[in-house]
């Protein structure tokens, strides 16, 4: 496989964390098959990471995905040792995090790991500059040269402007700008970020996803990004592990994850993406410029397909149900033919899906031909169509970047 | 006899209390005469600067000092008050106290704020600074006052050290609850970018603390203000002074407008420490 050939910038093997008195009793509880809340009640000790093994290459945005409590934010902070680990190692270009010395750990954070939270955990006392100067200030570099670093970062996260003001001014989607420009000032070229978009709402999330992603593009940094919201894991990341109770229990591309379920936790996770309810076909369809019938002359459909520079055309049957698609040549032939409508032939079959379609069943429908997909009711009445340029502009921008990412990262592995 | 006396053998407490001063005392005269000599040399340059110049200069200083810290209003009564002192023929014993107070607050801070620091970081500091704490704060002054006066005699200096007993525990206390109270949140990212132990005490801790910790300061300094009577009764000067001799000459004018005199001191004092947070606030807005 490719991705063997790609540097690991990370390792995690057999990470695990158990927080309590009985770390020992409780790891084995839970690998002889008992259920986390169960060790939880019976010894009062919680194993919030469970044998985590995987690696992070360099340059991929890796995505930790799971629901509450699944152990998301304590495998996070074993990288960069703000949690050690209770069993195995977490190697960070080969050195294992877990046993490094103060003074050496502080030397990563401070030039290798740099780390994005959900609560942001801002100074409430200094204002936005002199909080994205704080990592810079930590290190101890120069005045000047740091005020410089905070304003780029400013303006990464396009707060120009912004710089005087107070924190608590500023509204929760503002904070978090302020928190990843934090980590952007200090350039370290692995980010870790914890829910960083959670507590915002939808709009401001969305925007500040699409941030991310502009950003990425230009830093390119490796990232470690935890969320446990699908929708945003296939969007920001190029690979996921699903994680629950604790143990990881499904990895891959986001598309393997999403195409292929390993269990019903993942499935339950599935389900819950927007794709069912936003992203199907009534969302991308659009109105038919024209359509044709079938006892209409050929002459009249040419010229409306060529007024509406359309490569082919629906036919209608006479009930009003969708019969097919005829193509220009045909149409074209028949007029030449002097006939007196288009039944002489018979239309091409082409593929018809309801409204509530997925968009993801639709897409493959185009690999055998790229003639649009019709869009029917329940009672076979044509309703729309989908062209692959429909279907592409329909996807959210954020798919496209997905999609683009996706595609860079295999071209990185490639290298 | 009563029975439980024949039962409960009685524990000399006292007379080891006596020898105890006996042995501090004998062997550690040098010690407490060098304690004596930065206390007594501190109180008296404090006096020196505020009741040698014209009291009309002091007067505009400190209402100017009081605007820079909090503001016009502020200024202006510490201005007023001042003036009326002037006119009670009370300045030269104000001064005095007000040195005392200023000294006493000043050494409780130097010990306060480092000690609720360790309080912060060491549970075992903790364990022990808690109960001491509150015995410094219940104990009845009297109690300490008759070792302070074998040791260091009557005068400025145990006056000093009674009100430093008294007045330190909010410094140490305000402290430790500023410190506690920093979001856990904040912390956590100072340490993910790198930051010392002490980077993360100076950049995050105490500057997030601080609020807290100014009201610390304004308690020490009431409290202080609270014992210039009972430090009189060892020896100090200054307006509690008045008002014992008050007491003793049974002259209510005098004691009353010492009194006034120490409220106003009282106001000046607690509103300068308080609006000197308030309006940082105000002015980084
Ligand atoms: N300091 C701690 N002490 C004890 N238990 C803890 C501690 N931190 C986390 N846990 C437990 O470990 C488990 C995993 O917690 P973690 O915070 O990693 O979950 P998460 O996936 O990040 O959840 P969320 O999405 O809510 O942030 C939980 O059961 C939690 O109660
Ligand atoms: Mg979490």
Known sequence: MATQTATSIIRVQNVSKVFGSKKKQALAMRRSGRSKAETEEKIKTTVAVMDAEFDVYKGETFVLIGLSGSGKSTLLRCLNGLIKPSEGSVLLENENIGRLDRRRLQQIRRNKIGMVFQNVGLLPNRNVLDNIMFGLEVKGVEKSVREKKAKDALEMVRLNGQAYKRVDELSGGMKQRVGLARALASDQEILLMDEPFSALDPLIRREMQKLFLDIQGEVQKTVIFVTHDLDEALMLGHRAAVMKDGEIVQFGTSEDILGDPANDYVEQLVQGVDYSKIRTAKSAMKPLKAIAYQNESPQVVLRRMKANHLPAIFVMKRDGTLSGLIQLPQVTNLAEKRRQDLSAITPNPCHRVGMETPLREILPLYSDQPVPVAVVDKDHRLKGEITPVSLINSLTKEIQDYERKKSDLTEAVQE | ?285
Not at chain 2, 27 to 42: A, K, M, Q
Not at chain 2, 144 to 152: G, K, Q, R, S, T
Request: proline share 5%; hydrophobic share 60%; net charge positive.
């Open chain 2, 1 to 285: 006899m009563t029975t439980p006396d024949k039962l409960i053998p009685s524990i000399p407490l006292s007379s080891w209390a006596n020898a105890f001063v006996d042995w501090l005392t004998a062997n550690f005269s040098g010690l407490f005469n060098i304690i004596n000599d930065v206390f007594e040399g501190f109180v008296g340059l404090l006096h020196w600067l505020l009741a040698s110049p014209s009291p009309l200069i002091v007067v505009v200083l400190i209402s100017l000092i009081a605007w820079w810290l909090a503001g016009w209003r502020v200024s202006l009564f510490t201005c007023f008050g001042l003036l009326l002192i002037i006119s009670l023929r009370l300045w030269d014993s104000a001064m005095l106290t007000l040195a005392l107070v200023l000294a006493s607050t000043l050494i409780s801070l130097i010990f306060g704020i480092p000690l609720g620091i360790l309080t912060y970081r060491f549970h075992k500091v903790r364990v022990v600074i808690k109960p001491i704490l509150d015995i410094m704060q219940t104990m009845p002054a009297f109690v300490y006052l008759i070792p302070a006066v074998l040791i260091f005699g009557l005068g400025n200096v145990t006056a000093l050290l009674a009100t430093f007993i008294f007045a330190m525990p909010p410094a140490v206390r305000l402290t430790y609850l500023g410190l506690t109270h920093v979001p856990q949140a904040t912390l956590e990212a100072a340490e993910a970018f790198g930051a010392t132990e002490w980077q993360k005490l100076f950049k995050v801790q105490l500057p997030l603390a601080l609020p807290m910790i100014m009201s610390g300061v304004n308690q020490v300094i009431m409290l202080s203000l609270s014992m210039v009577v009972i430090a009189s009764m060892v020896g100090a000067g200054g307006l509690g002074a008045e008002v014992l001799r008050s007491i003793s000459m049974l002259d209510v004018g005098l004691g009353f407008v010492a009194g006034i005199s120490v409220v106003i001191i009282a106001i000046i004092l607690d509103r300068v420490t308080i609006y000197s947070t308030r309006k940082k606030k105000i002015i980084s807005k």
